[in-house]
């Protein structure tokens, strides 16, 4: 990446949802509100989560998001860069023993890659899309699998998902979708956890278009260290398969003051990257209570909560996010430079 370069900084609309709930048109008024206050601070685009759903009519879904572009585009947003956040489910499981679920799973992946070429053109689409995230596996019994019970039940379940996430990558490259597959840390779910578990499952993936997103939350709770992840950055790079770049604190919440290694997360990164840099904060919204644990207070919603004096709001977290990685990006230019 050439020094001194503007770098792309999206946030992620986790800040207010995990559905855009595209059919609502008075909800799509207000995401466009929150939008649009967001540029005015710099921001350079969003990631869109795109709800798990459980019917199998994804032409609809795609129809709904076609038409949440459309609002998008009448509002003046048409140039704005969005990436999107998908995800696997139980019913739509790449990894599953059954060939007629893999089927479907992969049905479902591929409306996401359709959903994620109309909402963003060129982009990623990014998140846990081989396990299902958030399902741990257990015997019949419902005795739950760890260790090395676990890692063996892993992998066949990897051999499975392959061939279904190479033809995803090849359905994705005709539509100018690159995939970021996510390691989660083994807190949120089973598999894949470390950067170095997607490219082992990458190693039977001959497409480059299916490449990694590497969070600094999930690096920082579930890495053996700094030198396996500095090899691990240089392997996917050389795969040309680092695709996505997501800034998040260890405990999903506000960047500002948080336990983020910056040099170590940043230094390997910067000089060989040139994507977009996704700040992530999981705001107290229902839909992440419980899967995340969260015990902090829900940062306010402008013209959906009532105002909380003395605590921030989700605009307050997203500024001073803003702020605080564009200052560890000079920091470490400044240093680059000595």
Do not use: C
């Not at 019913?91 to 996401?112: I, M, V």
């Not at 996430?165 to 598999?191: G, Q, S």
């Not at 278009?209 to 590497?214: F, K, P, S």
């Amino acid at each position: 990446m050439d020094k001194g370069a503007k770098k792309e900084i999206l946030l992620s609309l986790f800040m207010f949802t995990a559905d855009l709930r595209p059919n609502d048109r008075a909800y799509t008024q207000t995401l466009i509100d929150h939008i649009k206050a967001l540029l005015t601070m710099g921001y350079d685009g969003f990631d869109l989560p795109i709800a798990a759903q459980q019917t199998g009519d994804h032409q609809a879904e795609i129809d709904s998001y076609a038409r949440f572009r459309q609002a998008l585009d009448a509002a003046g947003l048409e140039t704005v860069r969005f990436t999107t956040n998908v995800g696997t489910t139980r019913t739509f499981d790449p990894t599953s023993p059954y060939r007629e679920q893999r089927e479907g799973a992969l049905a479902y992946l591929k409306s996401r890659v359709d959903i994620t070429s109309i909402l963003g053109g060129k982009t990623v689409m990014a998140g846990p899309i081989v396990f299902p995230y958030g399902v741990f596996p257990t015997l019949d019994s419902g005795t739950p699998l760890w260790s090395d019970a676990l890692q063996d039940w892993l992998e066949p379940r990897y051999r499975l998902a392959r061939p279904i996430i190479e033809e995803l990558a090849n359905y994705a490259e005709k539509r100018a979708v690159k995939l970021a597959i996510e390691p989660v840390d083994h807190w949120e779910t089973p598999a894949p956890n470390m950067v170095s578990d997607v490219l082992g499952f990458l190693e039977g993936v001959g497409s480059s278009q299916a490449g990694l997103t590497i969070d600094s939350a999930h690096v920082v709770l579930g890495s053996s260290g700094p030198a396996a992840f500095q090899a691990d950055v240089r392997t996917t790079v050389a795969q040309r398969r680092l695709n996505y770049i997501h800034i998040s604190a260890p405990d999903r919440g506000a960047l500002k003051d948080s336990w983020i290694p910056w040099e170590s997360f940043l230094a390997p990164i910067l000089p060989v990257y040139d994507g977009p840099f996704l700040i992530e904060v999981f705001n107290a919204v229902p839909a992440f209570l419980g899967g995340l644990h969260l015990t902090r207070r829900k940062f306010w919603i402008p013209g959906e909560d009532q105002p909380v004096a003395g605590r921030p709001s989700v605009y307050d977290v997203a500024r001073d996010g803003l702020e605080t990685l564009r200052e560890e990006f000079a920091k470490l230019e400044y240093l680059s430079a000595l």
